[in-house]
């Protein structure tokens, strides 16, 4: 019989996705150990019945809380808001825990010095072409997009590499899933000003990880593992995906990198490096998605070059909308 944890919560973030949030719901609720609350945020419509349903009889209490259309950041630091529990644990309705996955970080954040951890993703984006992976991981590195240990670079970029990791790690940032001592919460919130396009956020936990850093210990470990199941429901045409990626990354750069970590050299080198990327990409895999990518790469780094040559960080309206 399922262990219930008093100090746990688990927040689900979700937006009309109701067949990926049941499964990733059950997938909580078939762990070894229980959060003694779960956590509801939706952006969207959802007939919230069915995960009731699922819930009950659990052990776990049941949260659900609706919102207007306002983004993921929005949602985290709802979730945080409603939940009890001395650690708050984040789950997108896209992604699955595997078997030991509370367990696992629960124990890492039995040490007190630690006050964020995550897991490892398995099936996660991924950004290698296929047959050129060796090559494009070193370009990666090259144009200071990518390094191991989730650092974040000179460049300011900073991108998971999952399969690195083979025991506890210190880390620099957390991306995805993560815990946190809900205490980090009585001084900051997620970057609700990083919202764009239909409620998206792109380095939330970026962001958030920056503003924590002096807080205490953030650690991924490979023992905690979440299946991701990329799901085309309620995302933006690929083109104006990497737009506002790239957007988001300016806009993390200005307003909390640029002058500690990151310095503007590197950070044109590594737009530059998306570019020339995104060019291999198509030239390699030839088509609709490869062109796409490209378009919105270039858009998206003609968009930042305009604003850092005009000085000063993005305004928080965000850039214009385009059609994809």
Not at 248 to 266: D, E, K
């Amino acid at each position: 019989m399922s262990q219930v944890l008093p100090q746990l919560s688990v927040v689900i973030l979700t937006c009309d996705r109701p067949d990926d949030l049941v499964l990733s719901v059950r997938s909580v609720l078939a762990q070894d150990l229980l959060p003694a609350e779960l956590i509801l945020v939706d952006d969207g419509a959802l007939d919230p019945a069915p995960v009731r349903d699922l819930v009950e009889g659990s052990g776990v209490r049941f949260v659900y809380h609706r919102k207007e259309r306002r983004g993921i950041s929005r949602s985290r630091n709802i979730g945080a808001r409603l939940s009890r529990g001395d650690l708050v644990m984040y789950l997108d309705d896209d992604e699955r825990m595997e078997p030991g996955y509370i367990r696992a970080i629960v124990d890492v954040l039995r040490d007190p010095s630690v006050v964020a951890a995550a897991g490892v993703r398995a099936g996660g984006s991924g950004t290698s072409p296929g047959r050129l992976d060796v090559l494009w991981r070193v370009l990666e590195r090259l144009f200071l997009l990518k390094a191991p240990g989730h650092r974040i670079l000179v460049s300011g970029f900073s991108t998971p590499a999952w399969d690195l990791f083979r025991e506890p790690t210190d880390v620099e940032f957390l991306s995805g899933t993560a815990t946190y001592r809900r205490v980090l919460f009585d001084q900051y919130r997620f970057d609700e000003e990083l919202e764009r396009y239909s409620g998206y956020a792109f380095g939330e936990d970026l962001a958030f990880s920056f503003k924590i850093r002096a807080r205490g210990r953030r650690v991924v470990t490979p023992d905690a593992v979440v299946a991701h199941h990329r799901s085309p429901t309620s995302r933006p045409p690929s083109a104006e995906l990497h737009r506002l990626r790239l957007y988001n990354q300016y806009y993390i750069y200005a307003n909390y990198l640029r002058g500690t970590v990151a310095r503007p050299l590197p950070f044109a080198w590594a737009l530059a490096g998306k570019v020339i990327l995104a060019t291999l990409r198509l030239a390699v895999h030839p088509g609709r998605p490869a062109w796409d990518t490209l378009r919105g790469t270039a858009a998206g780094s003609l968009l930042v070059a305009r604003l850092a040559w005009q000085g000063g960080p993005p305004a928080p309206g965000g850039p214009e909308r385009r059609d994809g």
